[in-house]
């Protein structure tokens, strides 16, 4: 019996996709006349404002003075005109509310007149504030629905830009997004402030080394891992498209161990669809640089230049909107889940980070003689400080129930926040705590055993495993999901090292006040905080046994879950941490982290419902058809007269099959149990923690248990019966 069912379908639908998206001449439109073509950026400004008008802005955008309210009408008018010119009917203020992803509301330019006519009309009001009905985002209880307004206030350190759609361009202006009292409803305000604190700290400590800066930015260049498979599969897969990821699927017969898709050559349909991705980015600003296969089959990656931390967010969200986006033009869906798929590498997003003044120099720039640098060194240990004193803090910046199946599987750090240092920087480190550092390790020349071929040099070999490592001129924070926005690991990143900072500032001023001379002072500063910190220091394999071991016995956190890390941001040392740098204020702490353990029960809720769901309308029928097929053919094969001790092996899995069958709708019951349990104590009003605790430990065992059989299932039941696309096909069908 020939059966067709969503499978079989998205196979047939995808065999015969041709792209309708039009090609795209570089050579036509090339980089240096597209990029930032949409893009209301300084040279527009220069272009288009009057003169004192364009210097106030930017005395904003490059130190930071407070903006001047006076100037936005010149601002709106210049930015409505040029929109207009580009084809723009509406302007919209993005924001970035709690769910992680963006919002917007658009408003067209349109001013009735009065004589059944209208003209177009831009206001500085306009430009810089929005109103919008903040009561449908999550608040973590910050604002009652009486109080139900939010505005959204234009940031002009992220420049204005077009979005274009086949029908009209709209005028997007990124905003910070508030309760009427100034509490921040979203991720952009807290960055923001976070990126204050940093500079300030950092300028007052580099005034102890001599030296005037005007201002210091936090950098990043995040690196997004992804995944694109076929859309007709994601169709076919309700996990895929309500939940991001596979709640059920058995393991293939061949996965990533063949190692032959990391760097490997980038299929045809793929490299379209990101070289259009790229395209789109490169008209909105965004300096995507790199590109490459990632380790499992079917995941890719793509890095831009690095920004500043506002700017880098932004366009991180621009990106991953893009990439969602056009991926659908090439008949793709674009993955983000940290874990789409069980025993499957996850996808991360790696968060680069370091300081750089607005004279440009790089703080964490080692120089070629590190151990003589004082002032990296400085810097160094005050990240150092940072990471050990508020592990919890970056550790539930990255905490999600997707990100849980992630951290710590052996293909992603563990839950434990530790700091690679490499060879040469640690060696430094370790001589600093005994005394003046005196040498620096040399990188040795690699010979490649060929003339044609350079000779290259390296400081120290990479560790993948660390969740926090230091590579040459910067941190790289790996244990940052894919899908989550980046404001949050970097909000904590930022004020933590701030705090470090200013510690060190604080005590060197008073020990140089004493009369103590600079380099004793601050080796004696520095080496104290080595010996008090270096626990967080592990340039070993994070992956093994051992250092789980050997972290417990240094006692360093190991928040496995979501649910334990949570608690670690309510410390009372977190808590005036974030009010002591006015980043966010005691009740904001606890909105985020009420929004943190909602969110998390929330998609653990709507995994276990469609795993339901799933089981009852697609696997357990599937498994009962072919159930009847194999029971039928036994009798029809008994009737022919077939000698009954051929039968036996089939009677036997019929047999097992039926027992199977029946032990996945027991613990499909159970598992419906759960989340009636879980539904009432959200109708009672439970307290979060209790109830995100209680998804942690009863339903996410449920869950376990029907896949596992679902999955069991699967490499039973006839192929041609099977309605889900299975691994093999969503991963290798390119
Ligand atoms: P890899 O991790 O493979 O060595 P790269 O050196 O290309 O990668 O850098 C990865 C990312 O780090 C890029 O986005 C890059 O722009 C960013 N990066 C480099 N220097 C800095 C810096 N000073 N601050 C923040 N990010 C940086
Ligand atoms: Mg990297």
Not at 223 to 242: G, M, S, T
Request: hydrophobic share 40%; charged share 25%.
């Amino acid at each position: 019996m020939a059966s067709t069912n969503a499978r079989s379908a998205a196979i047939a639908a995808l065999t015969s996709f041709k792209s309708m998206a039009p090609r795209i001449h570089f050579a036509e439109t090339p980089i240096k006349d597209i990029f930032a073509s949409n893009v209301f950026n300084e040279e527009v400004q220069r272009e288009r404002l009057p003169k004192p008008v364009f210097e106030k802005l930017h005395e904003t955008i490059r130190n930071g003075a407070q903006i001047d309210p006076a100037i936005a009408d010149a601002v709106a008018v210049a930015m409505k005109d040029w929109a207009i010119e580009k084809g723009a009917t509406h302007y919209a203020h993005i924001f970035y509310p709690m769910t992680g992803v963006t919002a917007e509301k658009h408003d067209s330019f349109i001013q009735p007149t009065g004589d059944g006519k209208a003209i177009l009309d831009f206001s500085g009001k306009e430009l810089s504030q929005g109103e919008s009905d903040a009561s449908s985002f999550p608040s973590g209880g910050l604002r009652a629905t009486f109080e139900a307004r939010g505005y959204t206030a234009w940031d002009p350190t992220s420049p204005a830009y077009i979005l274009e759609n086949p029908n009209g361009t709209v005028l997007v202006i990124p905003t910070a997004f508030v309760s009427w009292t100034g509490e921040a409803l979203d991720q952009k305000t807290p960055l923001l402030r976070s990126m204050e604190a940093v500079s300030k700290s950092a300028i007052r400590l580099l005034n102890v080394f001599g030296k005037n800066s005007q201002k210091v930015f936090s950098t990043v260049g995040p690196e997004q891992e992804y995944f694109l498979i076929d859309k007709n599969f994601y169709y076919a897969r309700p996990d895929l498209l309500n939940a991001g990821r596979t709640l059920f699927g058995a393991r293939p017969p061949k996965g990533q161990e063949m190692e032959d898709h990391y760097f490997g050559s980038i299929p045809e349909r793929v490299l379209a669809c990101m070289l259009e991705v790229e395209h789109e980015l490169y008209k909105l600003g965004v300096p995507v640089k790199t590109r490459h296969n990632e380790v499992a089959p079917a995941q890719y990656e793509m890095a831009p230049v690095f920004e500043t931390s506002n700017l880098a967010h932004d366009h991180q969200m621009l990106t991953m909107e893009t990439l969602r986006r056009i991926a659908d033009k090439y008949g793709l869906a674009c993955l983000m889940h940290e874990k789409p798929f069980a025993g499957v590498n996850g996808s991360g997003k790696h968060n680069n980070w370091s300081l750089a003044t607005v004279e440009g120099e790089n703080l964490l720039n080692p120089g070629s003689t590190p151990h003589e640098n004082a002032q990296f060194l400085t810097f160094v240990c005050a990240v150092l400080r940072a990471v050990d004193k508020f592990a919890g803090v970056l550790r539930m910046s990255v905490a999600s129930a997707g990100n849980d199946h992630r951290l710590g599987s052996h293909e992603a750090p563990p839950a434990i926040i530790s700091v690679y240092l490499g060879d040469q920087l640690n060696d430094i480190i370790e001589q600093l705590e005994n005394g003046k550092p005196k040498s620096t390790k040399r990188g040795e020349d690699v010979w490649l055993g060929t003339r044609v071929l350079p000779k290259l040099r390296d400081a120290g070999d990479r560790n993948r495993t660390s969740p926090f490592a230091f590579t040459g001129n910067k941190f790289e924070f790996r244990a940052v999901s894919a899908g989550q926005s980046i404001a949050g690991p970097n909000t904590a990143l930022n004020t933590i090292v701030a705090e470090s900072l200013d510690y060190i500032a604080g005590k060197l001023e008073a020990e140089l006040v004493g009369g103590k001379e600079f380099n004793k002072a601050l080796h004696g500063v520095l080496s104290e905080i080595v010996k008090q910190h270096k626990r967080v220091i592990f340039n070993g394999d994070n992956y093994s046994d051992a250092w789980h071991a050997e972290a417990a016995k240094r006692g360093l956190p190991n928040f496995k879950t979501t649910v334990d890390a949570a608690p670690a941001i309510l410390t009372k040392e977190v808590v005036e941490l974030f009010g002591k740098y006015k980043v966010l204020n005691e009740r904001e702490v606890h909105s985020r982290y009420e929004i943190h353990l909602e969110n998390y029960k929330k998609r653990i809720n709507i995994e276990a419902q469609l795993m339901v769901s799933m089981a009852r309308t697609q696997i357990l029928p599937a498994a009962i058809r072919y159930q009847g097929e194999v029971a039928e053919s036994i009798v029809a094969a008994k009737t022919a007269g077939v000698n009954i001790g051929n039968l036996g092996e089939q009677e036997q899995s019929l047999s097992d099959l039926s027992k199977t069958i029946g032990e996945l709708q027991r613990k499909v019951t159970a598992l419906v149990q759960a989340t009636e349990h879980a539904a009432a104590s959200d109708e009672a009003d439970e307290d979060v923690l209790a109830q995100a605790t209680y998804s942690k430990e009863t339903i996410i065992p449920a869950m376990k248990a029907v896949r596992e059989l679902g999955d069991k299932l699967e490499t039973i039941v006839a192929d041609d019966l099977w309605p889900l696309p299975t691994y093999r096909e969503m991963l290798f069908i390119k």
